[in-house]
T-cell receptor, first 116, second 111 residues
């Protein structure tokens, strides 16, 4: 199995729909991340979970709701999204020391989201 | 937030040529990382640099941590078609689990 797997790979949804993105890591890491990748923009951090606790919320609108039930799984629940939310959503994991952030992330293949 | 500017934005080169790209920041970073993103995939870490002036190689790739700690360089020697992709520099935000990514350099290798 690959290290970090994301499902679905592609998702098309209307603005009134509710859907979820799923991420699973098989690397035994203790930190998981959601990043947003839009065309012609740098990757933007959305959320960080360390040992299942949310440690970063990068001013993300409440229509994006993360959930981390255990250190291997991360979800991103989506509701009433806007067309500008269309992007590639990347999940990543890392093994972090509590004192030092090394930045050595392992990414999944991403979920390509289109909001109509 | 901190901004990482990469140049060039895109490159078209002939197979076998060497490639150079760089990343600059207005802020100091204590770590520089280089990632590559293949089409349809997530980014993969290529090289990590932890000390100013450090020069590190990974096969045909060589990266350097600038002395000022505000820049980094990535060189690829004897390019091959599978080098195609987007190369990102990245640096961790001090005191937070956040990685700032550069704007990316898109590399196309012509066989």
């Amino acid at each position: 199995e690959t290290g970090v797997t994301q499902t679905p790979r592609h998702l098309v949804m209307g603005m009134t729909n509710k859907k979820s993105l799923k991420c699973e890591q098989h690397l035994g890491h203790n930190a998981m991340y959601w990043y947003k990748q839009s065309a012609k923009k740098p990757l933007e951090l959305m959320f960080v979970y360390n040992f299942k606790e949310q440690t970063e919320n990068n001013s993300v609108p409440s229509r994006f709701s993360p959930e981390c039930p255990n250190s291997s799984h991360l979800f991103l629940h989506l509701h009433t999204l806007q067309p500008e939310d269309s992007a590639l959503y990347l999940c990543a994991s890392s093994q972090e020391d509590r004192a030092i952030f090394l930045g050595e992330l392992f990414f999944g293949e991403g979920s390509r989201l289109t909001v109509l | 937030g901190q901004q990482l500017n990469q140049s060039p934005q895109s490159m078209f080169i002939q197979e076998g040529e060497d490639v150079s790209m760089n990343c600059t920041s207005s802020s100091i970073f204590n770590t520089w990382l280089w990632y590559k993103q293949d089409p349809g995939e997530g980014p993969v870490l290529l090289i990590a640099l932890y000390k100013a002036g450090e020069l590190t190689s990974n096969g045909r790739l060589t990266a350097q941590f600038g002395i000022t700690r505000k820049d980094s360089f990535l060189n690829i020697s004897a390019s091959i078609p599978s080098d195609v992709g987007i190369y990102f520099c990245a640096g961790p935000q001090t005191g937070a689990n956040n990685l700032f990514f550069g704007t990316g350099t898109r590399l196309t290798v012509i066989p």
